[in-house]
């Protein structure tokens, strides 16, 4: 199976701040990555698909990148609504896998 | 707009069997493929199954291999997951979700999910 690796595991940021959470893969995965987002207590909501590709209706702050196997989530200018655990997804190869997420609080 | 809503969750002893459902709507059901995702009490999310838009491919996680199996009803636009033997590593949330495409290309609507509790 392909194993997912994120880091970091949390971090804190103030409102404007600029994120970046990288997940990494353990073999190639060319851009079979999604990134979702997920409050307490609700379902996660897809942001980022094909590693780079906005998903309708996510606000433009996010973007996603790929590098060889390390893949980046960035929010531009975070936002009170993005305080959240996001998590990767990759989808190359079934099992799918999923990073173990990463917690972005205040 | 894509609706998923689970049901079926409850608080089971260990070896029990228990069978969840997720109804579907605002979408062509028959077109997608469908996922089960779990997530354990403060965990990360757990992959666990997928069929195939038509019910004829399915593939499972190792965790749940022989145990679990995953069904559909095209006719009812809706999703099964039917859970035998189970064990307390099974305690989680249980998302449906739909799939981008016809079969593995990632989930993108989420259900609500539906709380399973393993415990004598």
């Known amino acids: 199976d392909i194993q997912m690796t994120q880091s970091p595991s949390s971090l804190s940021a103030s409102v404007g701040d600029r994120v970046t959470i990288t997940c990494q893969a353990s073999q190639d995965i060319n851009d079979y990555l999604i990134w979702y987002q997920q409050k307490p207590g609700k379902a996660p909501q897809l942001l980022i698909f094909d590693a780079s590709s906005l998903e309708t209706g996510v606000p433009s702050r996010f973007s996603g990148s790929r590098s060889g196997t390390d893949f980046t989530l960035t929010i531009s200018s975070l936002q009170p609504e993005d305080f959240a655990t996001y998590y990767c997804l990759q989808y190359v190869i079934l099992p799918f896998t999923f990073g173990p997420g990463t917690r972005v609080d205040v | 707009q894509v609706q998923l809503v689970e049901s079926g969750g409850g608080v089971v002893q260990p070896g029990r069997s228990l069978r969840l459902s997720c109804v579907a709507s605002g979408f062509t059901f028959s077109g997608y493929g469908m996922h089960w995702v779990r997530q354990a009490p403060g965990k990360g999310l757990d992959w666990v199954a997928v069929?195939?838009?038509?019910?004829?491919?399915?593939f499972y996680s190792d965790s749940v291999k022989g145990r679990f199996t995953i069904s559909r009803d095209n006719s009812k636009n809706t999703l099964y997951l039917q859970m035998n033997n189970l064990s307390d590593e099974d305690t989680a949330v249980y998302y449906c979700a739909k799939d981008r495409r016809l079969y593995s290309f990632g989930c993108s609507s989420w259900g609500q999910g539906t709380l399973v509790i393993v415990s004598s």
């Open positions: 069929i195939s838009h038509d019910g004829k491919n399915e």
